[in-house]
């Protein structure tokens, strides 16, 4: 079965810490997302990535950034936390390479809390 | 630029009734569809889709939704719910030449027993 798994399911960080969210999914997809998930905004585009070392803005990339250093694993990283990011973050990875209409499958995602 | 409205943010339904969640798009060419549902504590996964083809998909479950092109629109269907329907449904539209998909705002759908 397919498996994407975020390294926590709760953090807690102070502002200005610099924040590190891993992911890492099984299945050998080529495509990775981070999405964050507010209430009443739905799931908002972060980053993704089609193939190792490649990376494209989302939605709201402002004071993030990514890094896919392997197929398996896609980083998310806080620059430095601050409060209107406390989120619920989720990773999702699928097939196809950039433009591929694959479902994609998710993580259980990571609560962030930024103090 | 590509958007998906779920126009209901959240749904009362009791056992036995009858769902239907509205999903409307705004985007001209050939698109997918997608719906997803997130039960509590749980990651999203996804109900059905939609490529091409017969216009009326079934999913997990017992939901189905009908793509109706010249509405632009994608709703859920189920003819009798269950409390264990209980769950935030997404709706999420990708547009043949995008490389990204686009989910809407979620529908909380909550079951009386």
């Known amino acids: 079965d397919v498996k994407v798994t975020q390294s926590s399911r709760y953090l807690v960080k102070r502002t200005g810490e610099k924040v590190f969210l891993e992911c890492v999914q099984d299945?050998?997809?080529?495509?990775m997302f981070w999405y964050r998930q507010d209430p009443g905004l739905g799931l908002r585009l972060i980053y993704f990535?089609?193939?190792?070392?490649?990376?494209e803005k989302g939605d709201i990339p402002e004071g993030y950034s990514v890094s896919r250093e392997k197929k398996e694993r896609f980083s998310l990283i806080l620059e430095s936390a601050s409060t209107n990011q406390t989120s619920m973050y989720l990773c999702?990875?699928?097939?196809?390479?950039?433009?591929?209409?694959?479902?994609?499958?998710f993580g259980d995602g990571t609560r962030l809390s930024i103090l | 630029a590509q958007s998906v409205s779920q126009h209901n943010h959240h749904v009362i339904l009791s056992e036995a009734a009858s769902l239907e969640l509205g999903c409307n798009y705004s985007y001209g060419g050939t698109v997918n569809l997608f719906w997803y549902v997130q039960y509590p504590g749980q990651h999203l996964q996804l109900l059905l889709k939609y490529f091409s083809g017969d216009p009326l998909v079934k999913g997990i479950k017992g939901f189905e939704a009908e793509f109706i092109k010249s509405k632009f629109s994608f709703n859920l269907r189920k003819p009798s719910v269950q409390w264990s329907d209980t769950a935030e449904y997404f709706c999420a539209v990708k547009a043949s030449s995008a490389s990204k998909i686009i989910f809407g705002s979620g529908t909380r759908l909550s079951i009386r027993p």
């Open positions: 990535s089609y193939d190792v070392k490649m990376k």
């Open positions: 999702a990875s699928s097939l196809g390479g950039r433009g591929g209409n694959q479902p994609q499958h």
């Open positions: 299945m050998d997809h080529e495509n």
